[in-house]
């Protein structure tokens, strides 16, 4: 669940993305997993969802292994974006931090590769293309 003040728009890095709508200082945690907030699927679950369904499903959730489940975000948190050499978030399955002071207005951006090691090779993206 979300602990900050954000809001979504449209993202120089990815189509929409989730921006500061207070400063955000380092170290502040900015969202946290709450398995009565957050919804979490076995991959079973997951299977038997229809394709349209799976589809937008897989492209917002992550994969925890320590639950050995998909965690969709119930909030706006569903839309950070990645960013592998710009990241002011550090994030893990369980929580999210700024790395530094995030100003208002600034998009706040993860390496998704932290949390979801499988999260590009699910997506079918290279990794050495991303920045």
């Not at 400063?23 to 502040?28: N, V």
């Not at 997951?46 to 799976?54: K, L």
């Amino acid at each position: 669940m979300l602990l900050v003040k954000t809001k979504i728009g449209m993202s120089e890095t990815h189509g929409v993305g989730l921006f500061a709508d207070q400063l955000i200082p380092k170290g502040s945690v900015t969202w946290k997993y709450h398995p009565k907030f957050d919804m979490a699927f076995t991959a079973e679950d997951v299977a038997e969802m229809s394709e349209s369904a799976r589809k937008i499903f897989m492209w917002y959730a992550y994969y925890d292994f320590d639950q050995n489940k998909y965690i969709l975000c119930f909030d706006d948190q569903r839309f950070i974006n990645h960013s592998r050499n710009n990241a002011n978030i550090e994030s893990t399955p369980d929580a999210d931090v700024a790395i530094r002071d995030i100003q208002i207005g600034e998009e706040l951006l993860c390496d998704y590769a932290l949390f979801d090691k499988e999260y590009w090779k699910r997506h079918g993206v290279d990794e050495s293309t991303l920045k």
